[in-house]
């Protein structure tokens, strides 16, 4: 009986490995998304990028490229020095922010919700699924978000600072995520596009559609789009 089970399940198994929609269905679980080199020699004069910069609402029906994807998830997270460190400061060099990217008009990549490594400098797709209509009803109906090609959503792991340094690590938090937020606003500004920074939104409808593990808390969200 076992010595005729045996080459039956080595056939089933044989069959699901070379079935091109189960080994697509396996990739689309894994996606990842490795980013282009940000470009760190822009021509753009920082005073410049200060003096255009203004909450933008309204973006051109265009899509965004996956350079600016690259560039503008450097200027939030990207790591600038051997020893680890990022673009945007952090109490004790601790990074409890993680940003993730719901996309929906980028050429050369699918719709959905993406998380960022800045090690690798990569996109780990977590949902393939545009989602900008559900997180523009999460920002209270803002409806500009369902419209821009995509909205980076910064996001807080706390106990990696409470841990250090107590209650007070929040007000830290509070602190990076603006600094990270104007990198964005700056780089946005530097690469023609528009951007607004969202802070009215409902945490538990985005923790949902977001499908964030509990210990994540969502605290800006950053669309970004061509100006027209
Ligand atoms: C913490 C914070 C939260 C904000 N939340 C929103 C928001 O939910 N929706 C929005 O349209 N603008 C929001 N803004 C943008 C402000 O309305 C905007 O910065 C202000 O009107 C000044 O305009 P400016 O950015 O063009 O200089 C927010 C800004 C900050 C700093």
Known sequence: MIRCIFPIALLIVSILAINPLWSKSMKKEQTLITLPA???????????????????????????????????????????????L???????????????????????????????????????QKITRDKRAELSEACLGQSYVAKAPLSLILTSVNYRIINQYGERGI?????????????????????KC????????????????????????PLYIIPVGKVE
């Open 38 to 84: 940000p470009n760190t020699t822009g021509a753009f004069p920082i005073e410049q990028t200060l003096l255009q910069r203004r909450s933008v609402r309204k973006y051109a029906e265009k899509a965004l490229t996956i350079q600016e994807v690259s560039q503008l998830l450097w200027a939030a997270q990207g790591i600038t020095s051997p020893r680890g």
């Open 194 to 217: 528009g951007t607004v920074m969202i802070g009215a939104f409902t945490d538990a409808k985005v923790h949902k559609l977001l499908n964030l593990d509990k210990e994540i808390v």
């Open 171 to 191: 007000q830290y938090i509070h602190m990076e995520v603006g600094h990270v937020g104007q990198n964005i606003a700056l780089q946005a500004v530097a690469l």
């Open 86 to 124: 990022r673009t945007a400061p952090s109490a004790g060099a601790l990074y409890p922010l993680e940003t993730f990217v719901a996309i929906g008009n980028v050429e050369g990549i699918d719709p959905g919700i993406y998380h960022y490594n800045p090690e690798k400098h990569s996109l780990t």
